[in-house]
């Protein structure tokens, strides 16, 4: 026993003491830091502050985030999540332009950006985020009016050594965005996925903002209460004969009303019946389902619809999907349905004997691999989705955490 010497952290490898130190949030990293020389070195790796989740952190300030960019965040930082000072009673300049541009400069490899009930009205635009970002998240932020437009372009490079004639400019990489029309964007924006969730402030002209997006490829609305049928369909990708005008490269869509009760008016998917050219994928949920539903014909490039957190009937699910031949899946995710009354006429509808007989022998199987007939766990109603493959016999079919209303009748 007295040969016996205890071990302490000093005899671990410094691979061993970094995979520790990952299972510690940012504020106890911080902590960590002032232990030691060692461990304030182990603290300052890149590889601990690859995903920097401030969210859960009620106390930080715009001096707490200096600090954080000047001692920690580096090369190594893909994803940042912030908490904003929106909703809380001290208030403040939070995000600052100083502290974005800084922060621009020394995180070159930041994708991600999620900002949660921050308050962005002190920022003039969203240029100031960082140019290498492709994913922006808000959610219940505020939002200048302004905040998604891109500033005018300026004067392409050896405009004044060319006597101010923009004709004598050669493009250095054809058609590449504005590099292929000989100009240089100023904004730099990158950004492929935009998500609003909850921000009451998105109107349809941040809407309209975003068609000089040129690399914005999925928008997500939930609970946007300002964004009507018409701004929708003002932006929706149509051919004009000169050229596709609108959110063009756009290819997946969701849009979703679930936290505000009494919202009959705007319907914002309505506008989805001007038609969308290039829309792939769909996401409809709440009360935007049903008139989503009667406007998805119109969708002539939609191959994937996502129905969520809604109630339907099954006479409404057939009716809608008689017209989707071209769909290749189909989800449903918490969604409540609705008994049927008698059962539905799906044959006669355009389809022939031999497309019948096979949807039926599909659907008997409940979809299954092994052609069983067991159904599956998830299927609440076995009827729908017999009657969903005999319409839609190349579509694949998606239960999640579905359920049936029973009435106390």
């Known amino acids: 026993m007295d040969d016996f010497k205890p071990c302490n952290l000093d005899y671990f490898p410094e691979n061993v003491l970094i995979d520790i130190l990952s299972y ?18 182990l603290v300052k790796d890149q590889r601990l502050w690859r995903l920097v989740d401030l969210t859960a952190w009620k106390g930080v300030t715009s001096r707490i985030l200096w600090v954080l960019l000047r001692q920690f965040l580096g090369c190594g930082l893909r994803c940042l999540r912030l908490r904003g000072l929106l909703l809380s009673a001290r208030g403040g300049v939070f995000l600052s332009e100083s ?23 002190g920022l003039p635009s969203c240029q ?18 302004d905040f998604f437009n891109q500033s005018l372009l300026s004067e392409p490079a050896g405009l004044e050594e ?40 998105f109107t349809d002209l941040h809407l309209q903002s975003l068609a000089s997006w040129e690399r914005l490829n999925r928008l997500e609305l939930r609970d946007t209460f300002r964004v009507t049928a018409s701004g ?11 050229g596709v005008e609108g ?13 505000r009760q009494g919202y009959q008016l705007q319907m914002a998917s309505l506008g989805l019946g001007a038609g969308w050219l290039g829309l792939q994928e769909l996401s409809l949920g709440g009360k935007e389902v049903g008139p989503g539903l009667l406007c998805a014909s119109r969708l002539k490039d939609l191959q994937c619809l996502c129905l969520w957190n809604c109630t339907l009937s099954e006479m409404q699910v057939l009716r809608s999907c008689r017209v989707l031949r071209e769909l290749r899946k189909l989800e449903f995710s918490e969604v409540f349905f609705q008994p049927r009354q008698c059962p539905p006429e799906v044959q006669g509808e355009g389809a022939s004997e031999e497309e019948r007989d096979n949807g039926e022998a599909e659907g008997s199987s409940g979809g299954d691999d092994d052609g069983n007939k067991k159904l599956d766990v998830n299927d609440p109603i ?27 009748d």
């Open 247 to 259: 959110l063009s490269r756009l290819k997946f869509l969701e849009i979703g009303i679930t936290g």
């Open 24 to 41: 510690l949030g940012v504020r106890e990293l911080v902590r960590a830091g002032r232990v030691c020389k060692r461990w304030r070195r």
């Open 232 to 242: 929708l369909r003002s932006c929706a990708a149509r051919d004009t004969g000169s």
């Open 128 to 145: 100031l985020l960082p140019p290498t970002l492709q994913v922006l998240e808000l959610r219940g932020c505020e939002l200048p009016p």
């Open 162 to 201: 060319n006597g101010g004639n923009a004709s004598n400019v050669v493009p250095q990489q054809q058609g590449r965005g504005w590099a292929g029309k000989g100009l240089v964007s100023p904004s730099g924006i990158a950004i492929e996925r935009l998500v609003l969730n909850n921000v009451p402030s």
């Open 99 to 121: 502290w974005l541009k800084a922060l621009s400069a020394k995180c070159p490899r930041l994708r991600k950006l999620y900002l949660l009930h921050a308050d962005l009205r």
């Open 382 to 408: 076995p009827s729908l989705r017999r009657s969903l493959t005999t319409l839609l016999p190349r579509c694949m079919l998606v239960f999640t955490n579905c359920s049936v209303q029973i009435n106390s």
